[in-house]
């Protein structure tokens, strides 16, 4: 998973958010998904995308 995530505007792109990632657990990407961080990073940046779309 990334250290940090961009999310971008619709057309023309403009940076809308900047998410830096902290997981406790740096493991696998599959153990990572079980972690409550990614739960809370999951829903935070798709809430975000959404509005987007």
């Known amino acids: 998973m990334a250290d940090k995530i961009i999310v971008l505007s619709k057309r023309p792109a403009v940076i809308k958010n900047i ?23 999951y829903d935070l940046i798709w809430k975000d995308i959404e509005h987007n779309v």
């Open 19 to 41: 998410y830096e990632i902290n997981l406790t657990n740096k493991s696998t990407p599959i153990e990572n998904r079980k972690a409550k961080e990614f739960a809370y990073y």
